[in-house]
């Protein structure tokens, strides 16, 4: 008997009821806006903080360049802040960095290659749940022991091979760090690698191409930006990297591109320096930050290398 | 199970069986595949019609695990392309393949056409030129991209990528090209293309399709095998198949009424 009723009630009704609706989703309740403000902060918080590190170090190195002229600072070769004859060439120090990152990165950037093809163009399934594993595992071990690994034992090897070569060196922290950044370079890509479709990988071996051929001119090219993160992940790691430098290369800043040379980089000299008692306020204090903001400017161009690089890329397809 | 005679055999399909680990996927199908025309293949979904497809080329050995018993015999050598001694790429390099979702490489619209000649260690520019502007007039997608060839493949369209992927398969001058559901990503319009495509090519080259498209088989197709569970149940003329079937499977699947 009520089935008469329903129809023209629910007609009556619907209307307010979807204006209500409407309502609702225009004027949020304010516990939503307060949770929308909290994740806003959370996000801003990064920016916030990468910006003020900027400008602390900016802000810091103005007040050096006061006292130091940019041009001596870029072109003098020597590194003696401390000494009562000054001098604030940043040659030196950055000679050290990029020698140290080149060593790592002419052995991490074929080795981490050629494993992430491997694992994901060849290994089996088995094989790469195993392999990967125990790769990312060496990302784990502290960099100070990578530091005293490269001192006390690869030094020591690369000695029997080459009697003459100093105790402290590049070439031996170059390696480790190259050893350290492997893993970066090579999970990283082989994720790269990995996320390329079948349907493509098939049609290359559909038209009779080897693995090899399908690895080499298919599967690399289209991961190719995957893979510029991970080149850019690691060197921004190498040129980062403090304890292996510290440790194995020496402290003694000298303007040398010869890796079987002694010689401090940029992260090496700030770790020496901030564990004297300099003076706050005083030169010395003042080129930490100096050496910061450079080793920042460093990783800042690499980052940037690395996306133009990829742009250029993406357009050539 | 009918065998039609089949004019001019490329290749005779005799009791294969084929298994993933344990699981026996194709259970001694034998059919031929004529010479020149284009043969389909339907079915339900799961009954091993793209598996069938993929032993012809022999990319099921990609997986690991996996079994084949019987022959296929690919004329005029009549060599068992199966058998463990033959090399799978020089299978593939035979008969060429065209995938359900166009698939072209990261490349130029040239350098996709050539890919098949490259990796063969053709590198003579006149050569590529030649065979790369043949092939795009073969699969009708010359005209659209003559001016463009140095653009990215991934500029074009999903149904000029598909041809593009045709034109690849084609630039090897392939005996055979399997397709396998070739337009089942593609608009109707783009379907129109491909099939016109696959009937003007049949002059040429032997062409195995797989559809789950009753009327595109029908359209397109001069011989037609229906399988079910794995097994052949009724290989005929496409004509025979669809009017005057002789199994009532075939019959109920090919109306619509299962599948």
């Known amino acids: 008997m009520d089935r008469t009723r329903p129809a023209p009630s629910t007609r009556d009704q619907s209307p307010p009821q979807g204006r209500a609706a409407d309502r609702a989703t225009r004027r949020p309740e304010s516990g939503e806006r307060i949770i929308e403000a909290l994740l806003l902060l959370a996000a801003l918080s990064s920016v916030g903080i990468t910006l003020g590190i900027v400008g602390v170090l900016l802000y810091e190195s103005a007040v050096f360049f006061r006292q130091v002229s940019p041009l001596d600072f870029l072109t003098d070769t020597q590194w003696t802040p401390l000494f009562a004859d000054a001098h604030y060439g940043i040659l030196p120090l950055l000679a050290g960095t990029l020698t140290t990152t080149a060593v790592a990165l002419a052995l991490a950037l074929p080795v981490g290659t050629i494993t992430a093809v491997f694992l994901s163009e060849y290994a089996s399934a088995r094989v790469r749940e195993t392999v990967k594993p125990f790769l990312e595992l060496l990302t784990s071990v502290p960099t100070v022991i990578f530091g005293y690994f490269a001192l006390l034992v690869v030094t020591p090897w690369l000695q029997h091979l080459w009697p003459a070569l100093p105790g402290f060196n590049m070439l031996s922290a170059g390696l480790v760090i190259g050893v350290m950044i492997i893993p970066y370079i090579s999970s990283v890509s082989e994720d790269a690698l990995h996320a390329v479709p079948a349907h493509i990988r098939e049609g290359s071996l559909a038209m009779g191409a080897t693995r090899m051929q399908t690895a080499v001119r298919v599967v690399v090219p289209s991961a190719v930006s995957g893979m510029a993160a991970a080149y850019v992940l690691g060197i921004s790691r190498a040129v980062g990297e403090t304890m292996v430098v510290a440790i194995a290369a020496g402290m003694q800043p000298t303007l040398t591109w010869n890796p079987l040379e002694p010689a401090a980089t940029v992260t090496a000299y700030i770790v020496q320096v901030s564990l004297g008692d300099l003076p706050h306020g005083s030169i010395g204090y003042q080129t930490i930050f100096v050496a910061g903001f450079t080793l920042f400017v460093v990783t800042f161009l690499f980052n940037v290398a690395g996306y133009l690089l990829r742009t250029r890329y993406h357009r050539k397809y | ?259």
């Not at chain 2, 680990?21 to 293949?41: C, F, N």
């Not at chain 2, 020089?90 to 050539?114: A, L, Y």
């Not at chain 2, 991209?145 to 990528?161: C, F, N, W």
Request: proline share 6%; hydrophobic share 40%.
């Open chain 2, 1 to 259: 199970m009918t065998t039609a005679s089949v004019p001019p055999a490329k290749a005779e399909i005799r009791n294969l069986s084929f298994s993933f680990g344990r699981t026996e996927v194709l259970k001694s199908v034998s059919m031929p595949i004529a010479d020149r025309r284009v043969t389909a293949l339907i079915g339900p979904s799961g009954c091993g019609k793209t598996t069938f497809l993929r032993c012809l080329n022999r990319m099921q050995d990609l997986h690991p695990d996996v079994r084949y018993t019987g022959e296929i015999i690919l004329h005029p050598e009549q060599i068992n392309i199966i058998d463990p001694a033959i090399d799978p790429i020089e299978v593939r390099m035979r008969v060429g393949m065209v995938f359900q979702k166009p698939n072209p490489f990261p490349k130029s619209i040239f350098e996709n056409v050539v890919y098949g000649l490259r990796i063969r260690g053709i590198r003579d520019r006149a050569t590529l030129d030649e065979r790369a502007v043949q092939a795009l007039q073969e699969a009708a997608l010359w005209e659209e991209v003559k001016d463009r060839l140095r653009e990215p493949a991934t500029s074009l369209s999903g149904g000029q990528q598909q041809r593009l992927c045709i034109a690849r398969a084609l630039a090897t001058k392939p005996e055979m090209i399997l397709f396998d559901e070739p337009t089942s990503a593609l608009d109707p319009v783009a379907t129109a293309k491909i099939e016109e495509l696959m009937t003007s090519l049949k002059n040429e080259v032997t062409i195995v399709i797989v559809t789950h498209n009753m009327q595109q088989a029908a359209r397109v197709s001069d011989y037609t095998a229906f399988m079910f569970l794995g097994t052949l149940v009724e290989f005929d003329r496409t004509d025979t198949i669809f009017t005057n079937p002789s199994s009532s499977l075939t019959e109920e699947y090919v109306t619509g009424r299962f599948g």
